[in-house]
């Protein structure tokens, strides 16, 4: 896209009205002024446009051009132009290459803003296609360009943004880091979504990394700031995951009275809320060996969710299998965590698909089942390369490699101990 400035705006219009410099001058403009400002040795202001303008409109009247003309358009420089038409493209775009567009014009005039915007919505688009990856480097750069041109009231929720990359890359570590950041620039700046999504998220954090205590003291934080009515759902999911601290706790009476507690505030029979419930009574149930009850959860939740959310139907079925390897019917486990890693790969659920692999495994281990113990390794080990986590990546590694050694297969034991060799040696150089 060219840019010009205001003179050569002028002189391309008139060229195309087919008038001549002194078709533009009066009393107080004089042809001279106009060759100037063509050239570019004068600036042209308010009042000179105007007037240019008024003879523009005239002549395209008497030539039957219906041409809509804007004085501003005339005052505006390059660099005005260019951040006026990007900031428009920008919202028109769709995909990586046209937001890469913009960005190559917004380097181009040193359009700080602009770049920002860019690299956040970029960051969306890659995030949206699970890249996050790619996605964090672009909400980083963004919060770069916040931070050195001092609008750091833009940058709570890039932070948090940042955060859920991590988080979903497995890294609760850095992703605690971005929530706190995301939590602290929220409450400066009033802006109560992301210091509720940050505490609820960094609640979630801690929960991974078992600091069950801190998991419990960022909920109670969040549902102080929840609305009851205005976030129902967010305020389920909290007491959701409310409980399924104390279940990591051992406190499964305190498990099921949430649930309990939250079946009566649901008055929708069918909301698809009943699914996350009943799924985790089902849970909790066969924690305390009662078999029967979970069963009957764990079917309730599956038919809730065959009926209004099939997206999370694996879950369901996945975890179901907790209760056929507590009873010993590995068959029946297999074949329900199966069923939920093809439910999870229809809707793209990548967490089901990292865990029914990994309950694939233990299942497999407790079988002696050599051959289908490493076909699942290697699954999860493509999983992981996609989320680029090379500690747990490296560890699968090293497992396959003992796998073939107690086989002894020297060769295939000494090829994924060199990958996790590399793979460690490059994480230690990118470290540096």
Avoid at 88 to 103: F, G, T
Avoid at 337 to 353: P, Q, R, S
């Amino acid at each position: 896209m060219k840019f010009i400035n205001p003179g050569e705006k002028i002189k391309e219009t008139r060229k195309y009205l087919k008038m001549k410099q002194q078709d533009l001058q009066d009393e107080e403009i004089s042809r001279g002024l106009i060759s100037m400002i063509e050239i570019g040795q004068r600036s042209l202001n308010k009042d000179v446009a105007t007037k240019i303008v008024q003879k523009f409109c005239t002549r395209a009247e008497d030539l039957g051009i219906k041409l809509e003309l804007d004085v501003e358009y005339f005052l505006r420089t390059q660099k005005e132009d260019a951040e006026l038409y990007s900031i428009k493209k920008l919202q028109q775009a769709s995909s990586p290459n046209d937001i890469q567009n913009i960005l190559d014009i917004a380097h181009k005039f040193d359009l700080l803003n602009v770049n920002a915007l860019a690299y956040n919505k970029l960051g969306d688009t890659l995030f949206d296609s699970k890249d996050y990856h790619n996605s964090f480097v672009n909400y980083n750069n963004s919060l770069n360009i916040y931070r050195d041109i001092n609008q750091n009231a833009n940058i709570a929720k890039l932070y948090w943004k940042a955060g859920l990359c991590k988080a979903l890359m497995l890294n609760c570590t850095e992703a605690i880091i971005y929530f706190n950041f995301a939590n602290q620039y929220a409450s400066l700046y009033k802006d109560l979504t992301v210091q509720k999504s940050s505490l609820y998220d960094l609640a979630k954090c801690y929960k991974k990394l078992h600091d069950i205590d801190l998991a419990l003291k960022h909920i109670d934080m969040y549902l102080s700031l929840c609305d009851r009515i205005e976030d129902f759902n967010y305020y389920i999911y909290a007491n959701i995951l409310k409980a399924n601290c104390y279940e990591l706790k051992g406190k499964i009476d305190c498990v099921i009275d949430i649930y309990n507690a939250l079946l009566n505030e649901l008055s929708d029979s069918r909301s698809h809320l009943l699914g996350y419930i009943y799924n985790n009574l089902g849970l909790a149930y066969l924690y305390t060996e009662n078999f029967d009850e979970s069963k009957k959860y764990f079917e309730m939740a599956e038919k809730i969710r065959i009926d209004l959310d099939k997206s999370i139907l694996s879950q369901t079925l996945i975890e179901k299998s907790n209760l056929f390897i507590k009873q010993g019917l590995y068959d029946d486990a297999i074949k329900s965590i199966n069923l939920g890693l093809t439910n999870a790969k229809k809707y793209k659920n990548f967490d089901e698909l990292l865990k029914g692999n990994y309950m694939l495994v233990h299942i497999y281990e407790i079988l002696n089942d050599s051959r289908n113990l490493k076909n699942t390794y290697l699954i999860i080990s493509e999983l992981l390369k996609e989320i680029n986590n090379i500690p747990k990546l490296i560890y699968i590694y090293n497992k396959l490699s003992v796998i073939y050694l107690d086989e002894n297969n020297i060769s295939k034991s000494r090829e994924y101990l060199l990958m996790s060799i590399n793979l460690s040696r490059n994480s230690f150089k990118n470290s540096l």
